[in-house]
């Protein structure tokens, strides 16, 4: 059985180091890239951070209804491709997203057994600094971030657990703590039950 887990954070909270550490760090664990019709920036790579695309092929994708989710954010589409979650379950490997708080009530009313979790800041301050030290945005863009951080924020009783990224290691332990334990959760290992359960002739 394929377990979706779903992680937002506002921009500049750590979620994109957090999920890929998680992803080389945990194995059998599938990173869901999404497709967006921003311009890469920095060092992103093509099919590796992102599928980017014009705007006109989302909108066509869109019609052709193949997002599990999508959403447009600051301008931009961003999506997840159904076929990302078909190919993790035929490789029998759960799915990691990155998405934003639109795409996770998407995608949690289309698969409600999604583990969903949220990534915070310790505070303002420190979100505007994280921002400010990426050197990437403007004075501008970086006040209208933190302006939907605080709308994003709002939506944290939303999610299942809601991680406090103080520290990169002792967040990192807590976000690879919630896979393993939610891997071993009795609604999602009865296939790898019931034959035991048969060794001893028990009932189902």
């Known amino acids: 059985m394929t377990t979706v887990f779903i992680i937002s954070a506002p921009s500049g909270s750590g979620k994109s180091t957090l999920v890929s550490r998680l992803i080389a760090a945990i194995p059998s664990l599938m990173f869901s890239i999404s497709y967006t ?3 890469p920036r920095g060092t992103e790579i093509q099919d590796q951070n992102y599928h980017f695309i014009t705007r006109a092929g989302f909108e066509e994708m869109i019609a052709r209804g193949e997002f599990l989710e999508w959403a447009e954010v600051f301008g931009n589409y961003y999506g997840t491709h159904c076929g990302v979650l078909e190919e993790a379950r035929r490789q029998g490997k759960d799915l990691v997203l990155d998405i934003d708080v ?10 409600p057994e999604a583990v969903t979790v949220f990534i915070l800041a310790p505070s303002r301050q420190v979100l505007e600094h994280r921002l400010r030290a990426r050197g990437e945005d403007r004075d501008e863009v970086i006040e209208r971030r933190l302006r939907e951080a605080a709308e994003e924020i709002s939506n944290y009783k939303a999610y299942d657990y809601v991680l406090i ?25 009865e296939d790898q039950i019931r034959p035991i359960l048969d060794t001893f002739s028990l009932p189902r």
Do not use: F
């Open 102 to 111: 639109q795409g996770a009530r998407q995608l949690k009313c289309r698969i």
């Open 165 to 189: 990224n103080r520290d990169l290691a002792e967040s990192d332990a807590r976000l690879a703590a919630i896979v393993n334990a939610e891997r071993v959760r009795r609604t999602r290992i």
């Open 37 to 39: 019709t921003r311009k």
